[in-house]
């Protein structure tokens, strides 16, 4: 059995914390929005992740981690509640994450546009679908992700 475990824990995207590094083998989160390395390290954990010896038959489910970005020096979800036009107290410096829905049909993956959405993400989405045998010979219609993607 592989000796691999990640632990998706958004409060990991928050300054200061670096448990995520890989190093020079990408990221685990997208903390310091650098979508390369973070998509580096998405796709090898498909293709051949570290501590795998049989691809094929170990450690049989890989998840993926749809998050959102920290936007406007706001270290917020931008689900509305940390929008400045709902303070009523003490409100001078106030900085403001408006509500974008997480689900738009016209993004792509890491849009940085307050979401993630690495499961948008061609690259992703193909080394995934190779894992599980599946086609990669697919348009973006077919995955259903956006022609611009």
Request: with cysteine.
């Amino acid at each position: 059995m592989a000796l691999f475990s990640i632990s998706f824990d958004l409060d990991q995207q928050t300054p200061g914390s670096s448990s995520r590094d890989m190093h020079g083998e990408g990221s685990v989160l997208v903390k310091d929005k650098d979508p390369d390395k973070h998509r580096f390290f998405e796709v090898k954990l498909f293709e051949n992740p570290y501590g795998v010896n049989n691809n094929a038959d170990e450690w049989p489910i890989r998840p993926i981690l749809s998050s959102y970005w920290f936007t406007n020096g706001v270290m917020s979800i931008p689900d509305g509640k940390s929008d400045c036009s709902l303070c009523t107290v003490t409100c001078e410096g106030c900085k403001s994450m408006p509500y974008k829905p997480a689900f738009d049909p016209s993004a792509c993956g890491y849009s940085q546009d307050g979401y993630t959405r690495v499961h948008r993400d061609k690259a992703i989405v193909l080394a995934m679908r190779k894992w599980m045998e599946l086609s990669t010979d697919k348009s973006n219609a077919e995955l259903g992700i956006p022609e611009g993607c």
